[in-house]
Nanobody
Framework: QVQLVESGGGLVQAGGSLRLSCATS????????MGWYRQAPGKQRELVAD???????NYADSVKGRFTISRDNAKNTVYLQMNSLKSEDTAVYYC?????????????WGQGTQVTVSS
């Protein structure tokens, strides 16, 4: 089981920026797809961005051009830089580590960090 600890959430005005961090329990980036998901009240959890072991990134259409996912292999940490924040970005953000073995995806989740964007 991979341990994930998020930090960096908070309250910010629309148009502002935040950087989320996800510290992992070890050097897992060569095996796991690392992702950020979010869940707003009354809505399903959705993928925001992810990064593969090879470094390819993928973003939800709603955040393209505003959010950037990155990782620091030396620090075993994944980041989500969020710029030009909008009120609709308000949600609990979760870090995810996923791998596929034998056709099954195994997921580990962090505890989540609240992001609130005021308009």
């Amino acid at each position: 089981q991979v341990q994930l600890v998020e930090s960096g959430g908070g309250l910010v005005q629309a148009g502002g920026s935040l950087r989320l961090s996800c510290a992992t329990s070890g050097n897992i980036f060569n095996v796991y797809v690392m992702g950020w998901y979010r869940q707003a009240p009354g809505k399903q959890r959705e993928l925001v961005a992810d990064i593969t072991p090879g470094g390819s990134t993928n973003y939800a259409d709603s955040v393209k051009g505003r959010f950037t996912i990155s990782r620091d292999n030396a620090k075993n940490t994944v980041y989500l830089q969020m710029n030009s924040l909008k009120s609709e970005d308000t949600a609990v953000y979760y870090c995810n580590a996923g791998r596929i073995s034998g056709g099954t995806r195994f997921n580990s989740w962090g505890q989540g960090t609240q992001v609130t964007v005021s308009s």
